[in-house]
């Protein structure tokens, strides 16, 4: 059975820096891409970021360039979100996911299965 845990989520202060963890098992991690997703309440779910097989491919929604890194270490199965200059706008709860799908796909539909989320919290 594939699982995907999520953990490094909390409360920040704005400008701040977090870097979430997804540990995945059951079956082997680095023939799927990986992806990160949140939700922020009343909203849809949305895309963040996303990593190819080998790592040397990522893609990220523009709200989150150039302050969030998604990075993957495929011998211990996780990927990483690396989030540096916090803004209250960012708080959500964060997923990651996995693909089996060609290219950098950015839909939640493209993804299966889903991890139960970390909540990521920046105060103003």
């Known amino acids: 059975q594939v699982q995907l845990v999520e953990s490094g989520g909390g409360l920040v202060q704005a400008g701040g820096s977090l870097r979430l963890s997804c540990v995945a098992s059951g079956r082997t991690f680095s023939t799927y891409l990986m992806g990160w997703f949140r939700q922020a309440p009343g909203k849809e779910r949305e895309f963040v970021a996303v990593?190819?097989?080998?790592?040397?491919?990522?893609l990220y929604t523009d709200s989150v360039k150039g302050r969030f890194t998604i990075s993957r270490d495929n011998a211990k199965s996780t990927v990483y979100l690396q989030m540096n200059s916090l803004k209250p706008e960012d708080t959500a709860v964060y997923y990651c996911a996995q693909s089996g799908r060609v290219g950098l796909p950015t839909i939640p539909h493209a993804f299966d299965p889903w991890g139960q989320g970390t909540q990521v919290t920046v105060s103003s």
């Open positions: 990593i190819s097989r080998t790592g040397s491919r990522t």
